[in-house]
């Protein structure tokens, strides 16, 4: 069983949509997240949850929305796509928040090409 | 704030030989967590190993260790017995918990050495 799926793996879509990537962890983790690796494979943290909510913003542009419905799922939203929204999306959850005794798993990741 | 440097971009091995990957990281702070990952073609994320600051002990999984020089700001990532599954690319990470001991995730990740091992 995979523990963090992300679908879909591969998305290519033109300027001005809006698409949805979806997160979910079979882990029972607490906490999930979005990371970013751009064409540098530069990674850097978008969000965190906990819980269901929002605890990390890191200056994403409102243009993307992650939601969770659950603890279970973290989705991401993006509307608007831009060329340089182009990246692999990560999903990751861990245990909670604490650093000592959470690492984080990562989903496959997700190749975002706006075109 | 926190970075992280690989100033290796690629490196090669050939298979059943020994290799390190550097990592320097710039912080003020006394307690934090480093990390290694590692990222193969299939593109996943996988964590190879994980090192407290407060423990003076290097950190070991299997043929994978860690040099940890806490003065010198620098952990790096020794492979022994280098196998062709270990072509991939490795990231060194940092992160920093608060006074409560939460991090909400955040890792701070340097720009990637990609290791080939040759058979």
């Known amino acids: 069983d995979t523990a963090v799926s992300q679908t879909p793996k591969y998305l290519v879509t033109q300027m001005g949509n809006d698409k949805s990537i979806k997160c979910e962890q079979n882990?029972?983790?607490?906490?999930m997240y979005w990371y970013k690796q751009d064409s540098k494979k530069f990674l850097k943290i978008m969000f965190s949850?906990?819980?269901?909510?929002?605890?990390i913003n890191e200056t994403v542009p409102n243009r993307f929305s992650p939601k969770s419905p659950d603890k279970a799922h973290l989705n991401l939203h993006i509307n608007s796509l831009e060329l340089g929204d182009s990246a692999v999306y990560f999903c990751?959850?861990?245990?909670?928040?604490?650093?000592?005794?959470?690492?984080?798993?990562f989903g496959n990741g997700t190749r975002l090409t706006v075109t | 704030a926190q970075t992280v440097t690989q100033s290796q971009p690629e490196m090669s091995v050939q298979e059943a030989e020994t290799v390190t990957l550097s990592c320097t990281y710039d912080?003020?702070?006394?307690?934090?967590?480093l990390f290694w990952y590692k990222q193969p073609p299939s593109r996943q994320m996988i964590l190879v190993i994980r090192?407290?600051?407060?423990?003076?002990q290097n950190a070991t999984e299997n043929r994978f260790s860690v040099n940890f020089q806490k003065a010198a700001k620098s952990f790096s990532l020794k492979i022994s017995d280098s196998q062709l599954g270990d072509t991939a690319m490795y990231f060194c990470?940092?992160?920093?918990?608060?006074?409560?001991?939460?991090?909400?995730?955040?890792?701070?990740f340097g720009q990637g050495t990609i290791l080939t091992v040759h058979p």
């Open positions: 990751a959850s861990s245990q909670d928040t604490r650093a000592a005794d959470s690492p984080l798993h």
């Open positions: 882990l029972g983790h607490d906490t």
């Open positions: 949850y906990n819980n269901k909510e929002l605890i």
């Open positions: 912080t003020s702070e006394n307690n934090y967590y």
């Open positions: 090192q407290e600051a407060y423990k003076q």
């Open positions: 990470a940092f992160m920093k918990p608060n006074a409560g001991g939460t991090s909400y995730g955040k890792l701070t």
